[in-house]
């Protein structure tokens, strides 16, 4: 093994000129080490003219660093997740089999000094959960006996196949799907460019754009942020934010450098439609930064990676590469005399680092935490200049409406007043047919429960990610519209369009015990309403479950809730409410 310092010094100079280079440096430690040793502390800060308490700060706030004083070397690492789609999959009978076989607990070595547990909270495999990584190799659709079986071969050396999560049997084609960015995901290989280009006019957008832009200069950037204007295209990262406006604002927005950011953090657990586009079409996505890039006149564009993408990260390496290869990227592309770049920075587990600001932060190796708004990104984002971040899938929206008049039409014919297009809804946990279904918005649950086939029995669905609410599978809620309007109506959210269903052996006191977990790990800690109440909201819950002056306690957890929604900096606190709540209503019966 390369030793500590020369590893340092490489992943060092590597880093030199990148944006993210603590995040690179960090990241190469880790995968090399499984920690990050104490001199590597004092190396990265040397080496980086910063000091060895800005390094530390930085590290302790991400999940996947842990130093040699907590971890030391791992001999075998088991890593579980714990979140919805995989505990509606059976994870809470697995972690127990987990814990009790190899005498394990979170964050623990076995007394042996074999394994060491951690839990991850969604890798992005929800279609084939419970999913479980060992030793950095990943496995779907775990359960005691299949766990077992692995831990032995491991031992013997011989592998299990690892998991595999195909685009072809995850994005359906079947009708009702009216897929406008998917279509590809699945049929070509997505590390060939001329696969891409001959399937669905791939770079068709980008040469429109350079066409627009060479013949009438700064009116044809307008006339394109007008198409996308009218589209009524909003951002699908979960805000719902139109697009068109962002775009306008940083094309007017004076200044010498402006920057393309794509959210591929994906941190929602019930969603993976980011993830398959980035392994099944990467290109598409690459496409929607240059245009965007080219319309607001930024010439630098990152792609932020969630750190549990493996598969998508190699991928997108390739992808770029091509594209640079090909002229699509660099100095002067397609001979254009513009110039673009995409490099890609891939996260270290923090969910709150899929909030634009706080990935911002990151980026410039500081603390994962929340900016105060405003100035809002597209006025000083990364670095303080004017920054267009939207998520992936806003990107393949741009490409498909802005490829020609027809398209942005077709968009328009489809949703509803508020919501327009499609929107790759993703279904996991009790359900026959798991997988992205996209359709147009304003189908209701019950349509897309029955493409997923959701098994009879099942009690519930958690719609939009772990701030989403929870419903009952009722009359009233069966018939919900799945729309941003039609879900916001019932006090949720849409979120990035994941959908899990939660089937008749659901243990929902644990369900809000493990939100409660999630919502106090992954907390910033920036606002006192969002770092104190989530804890408070544990010890209440607690309290209650231990039948200590319920009524009251009950009050007191609407009052923090309330608290947290209008006092929080972010969405995130300002979330916490709506899956608690719903819980608290809907399943109050089976809770307390
Ligand atoms: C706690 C939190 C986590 C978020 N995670 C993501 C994410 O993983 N991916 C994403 O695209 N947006 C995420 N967002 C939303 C982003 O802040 C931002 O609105 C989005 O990237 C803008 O892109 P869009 O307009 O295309 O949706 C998150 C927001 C919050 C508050
Ligand atoms: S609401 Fe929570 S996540 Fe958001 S800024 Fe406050 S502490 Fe951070
Ligand atoms: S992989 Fe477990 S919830 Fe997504």
Same mark, same amino acid.
């Given at each position: 093994?390369?030793?500590?310092?020369?590893?340092?010094?490489?992943?060092?100079?590597?880093?030199?000129?990148?944006?993210?280079?603590?995040?690179?440096?960090?990241?190469?430690?880790?995968?090399?080490?499984?920690?990050?040793?104490?001199?590597?502390?004092?190396?990265?800060?040397?080496?980086?003219?910063?000091?060895?308490?800005?390094?530390?700060?930085?590290?302790?706030?991400?999940?996947?660093?842990?130093?040699?004083?907590?971890?030391?070397?791992?001999?075998?690492?088991?890593?579980?997740?714990?979140?919805?789609?995989?505990?509606?999959?059976?994870?809470?009978?697995?972690?127990?089999?987990?814990?009790?076989?190899?005498?394990?607990?979170?964050?623990?070595?076995?007394?042996?000094?074999?394994?060491?547990?951690?839990?991850?909270?969604?890798?992005?495999?929800?279609?084939?959960?419970?999913?479980?990584?060992?030793?950095?190799?990943?496995?779907?659709?775990?359960?005691?006996?299949?766990?077992?079986?692995?831990?032995?071969?491991?031992?013997?050396?011989?592998?299990?196949?690892?998991?595999?999560?195909?685009?072809?049997?995850?994005?359906?084609?079947?009708?009702?799907?009216?897929?406008?960015?998917?279509?590809?995901?699945?049929?070509?290989?997505?590390?060939?460019?001329?696969?891409?280009?001959?399937?669905?006019?791939?770079?068709?957008?980008?040469?429109?754009?350079?066409?627009?832009?060479?013949?009438?200069?700064?009116?044809?950037?307008?006339?394109?942020?007008?198409?996308?204007?009218?589209?009524?295209?909003?951002?699908?990262?979960?805000?719902?934010?139109?697009?068109?406006?962002?775009?306008?604002?940083?094309?007017?927005?004076?200044?010498?450098?402006?920057?393309?950011?794509?959210?591929?953090?994906?941190?929602?657990?019930?969603?993976?439609?980011?993830?398959?586009?980035?392994?099944?079409?990467?290109?598409?996505?690459?496409?929607?930064?240059?245009?965007?890039?080219?319309?607001?006149?930024?010439?630098?564009?990152?792609?932020?990676?969630?750190?549990?993408?493996?598969?998508?990260?190699?991928?997108?390496?390739?992808?770029?590469?091509?594209?640079?290869?090909?002229?699509?990227?660099?100095?002067?592309?397609?001979?254009? /005399?513009?110039?673009?770049?995409?490099? $890609?920075?891939?996260?270290? %587990?923090?969910? @709150?680092? !899929?909030? +634009? =600001?706080?990935?911002?932060?990151?980026?410039?190796?500081?603390?994962?935490?929340?900016?105060?708004?405003?100035?809002?990104?597209?006025?000083?984002?990364?670095?303080?200049?004017?920054?267009?971040?939207?998520?992936?899938?806003?990107?393949?929206?741009?490409?498909?409406?802005?490829?020609?008049?027809?398209?942005?039409?077709?968009?328009?014919?489809?949703?509803?007043?508020?919501?327009?297009?499609?929107?790759?809804?993703?279904?996991?946990?009790?359900?026959?047919?798991?997988?992205?279904?996209?359709?147009?918005?304003?189908?209701?649950?019950?349509?897309?429960?029955?493409?997923?086939?959701?098994?009879?029995?099942?009690?519930?669905?958690?719609?939009?990610?772990?701030?989403?609410?929870?419903?009952?599978?009722?009359?009233?809620?069966?018939?919900?519209?799945?729309?941003?309007? /039609?879900?916001?109506?019932?006090?949720? $959210?849409?979120?990035?369009? %994941?959908?899990? @269903?939660? !089937?008749? +052996? =659901?243990?929902?006191?644990?369900?809000?015990?493990?939100?409660?977990?999630?919502?106090?790990?992954?907390?910033?800690?920036?606002?006192?309403?969002?770092?104190?109440?989530?804890?408070?909201?544990?010890?209440?819950?607690?309290?209650?479950?231990?039948?200590?002056?319920?009524?009251?306690?009950?009050?007191?957890?609407?009052?923090?809730?309330?608290?947290?929604?209008?006092?929080?900096?972010?969405?995130?606190?300002?979330?916490?409410?709506?899956?608690?709540?719903?819980?608290?209503?809907?399943?109050?019966?089976?809770?307390?």
């Amino acid at each position: 093994m390369e030793k500590t310092d020369k590893l340092i010094l490489r992943l060092t100079e590597e880093a030199k000129g990148r944006q993210g280079s603590l995040l690179y440096i960090l990241n190469g430690i880790n995968k090399e080490l499984g920690y990050i040793p104490e001199e590597a502390l004092l190396h990265t800060a040397e080496n980086l003219n910063i000091s060895k308490a800005e390094v530390y700060g930085f590290l302790s706030f991400f999940k996947n660093y842990k130093t040699d004083a907590e971890v030391g070397d791992i001999y075998r690492k088991i890593v579980v997740c714990r979140s919805e789609s995989c505990e509606a999959s059976g994870s809470k009978q697995l972690i127990e089999h987990i814990k009790a076989s190899l005498n394990l607990d979170f964050g623990k070595y076995s007394p042996d000094g074999k394994y060491f547990l951690d839990y991850v909270y969604c890798f992005g495999h929800c279609a084939a959960s419970p999913a479980v990584e060992v030793d950095g190799i990943l496995y779907e659709k775990v359960n005691p006996k299949v766990f077992d079986k692995i831990i032995k071969t491991f031992d013997s050396n011989k592998l299990e196949e690892p998991a595999e999560l195909k685009a072809t049997d995850v994005v359906k084609k079947e009708a009702p799907v009216k897929s406008l960015i998917f279509k590809r995901c699945g049929y070509i290989n997505p590390l060939s460019v001329s696969d891409y280009l001959n399937n669905d006019d791939g770079f068709k957008t980008l040469r429109r754009v350079i066409e627009e832009i060479k013949s009438k200069g700064d009116e044809g950037k307008l006339l394109l942020i007008n198409a996308l204007k009218q589209s009524k295209l909003r951002g699908r990262g979960g805000a719902g934010f139109p697009a068109g406006i962002k775009w306008e604002t940083v094309f007017k927005e004076k200044s010498d450098v402006k920057y393309i950011i794509c959210n591929a953090d994906e941190g929602d657990s019930g969603a993976y439609a980011d993830r398959m586009i980035l392994e099944s079409d990467p290109m598409s996505i690459m496409e929607g930064m240059i245009i965007a890039g080219l319309i607001t006149g930024a010439e630098y564009g990152y792609i932020y990676l969630r750190a549990e993408y493996a598969a998508a990260k190699s991928v997108i390496e390739s992808a770029i590469a091509l594209l640079k290869d090909g002229g699509y990227l660099g100095d002067d592309i397609l001979g254009s /005399g513009f110039k673009f770049y995409i490099d $890609l920075i891939t996260g270290a %587990g923090s969910y @709150v680092c !899929g909030e +634009e =600001t706080a990935l911002m932060e990151s980026i410039e190796n500081k603390r994962g935490t929340v900016r105060q708004r405003p100035p809002v990104p597209a006025v000083s984002g990364l670095y303080g200049k004017p920054t267009v971040i939207n998520n992936v899938l806003t990107f393949a929206y741009a490409v498909y409406i802005l490829k020609g008049n027809s398209n942005l039409e077709y968009f328009l014919s489809l949703g509803t007043e508020n919501s327009k297009g499609t929107m790759p809804f993703q279904v996991s946990g009790a359900v026959k047919n798991p997988g992205i279904f996209e359709i147009p918005f304003g189908v209701t649950l019950k349509e897309l429960l029955e493409l997923a086939e959701a098994d009879v029995n099942a009690k519930a669905v958690q719609v939009g990610g772990p701030l989403g609410a929870y419903f009952p599978l009722s009359e009233e809620f069966l018939d919900l519209n799945l729309s941003y309007e /039609g879900v916001s109506m019932k006090n949720g $959210l849409l979120g990035h369009g %994941g959908v899990v @269903v939660f !089937g008749g +052996e =659901t243990d929902f006191k644990y369900r809000l015990l493990n939100a409660l977990d999630f919502f106090i790990d992954e907390s910033c800690g920036k606002c006192a309403p969002c770092r104190i109440g989530t804890v408070r909201l544990k010890e209440l819950l607690d309290r209650v479950l231990k039948k200590q002056n319920t009524e009251e306690n009950l009050t007191i957890i609407d009052e923090i809730l309330d608290s947290m929604k209008y006092l929080s900096l972010c969405a995130f606190g300002a979330g916490v409410h709506m899956p608690v709540k719903s819980l608290l209503t809907y399943f109050k019966n089976e809770i307390i």
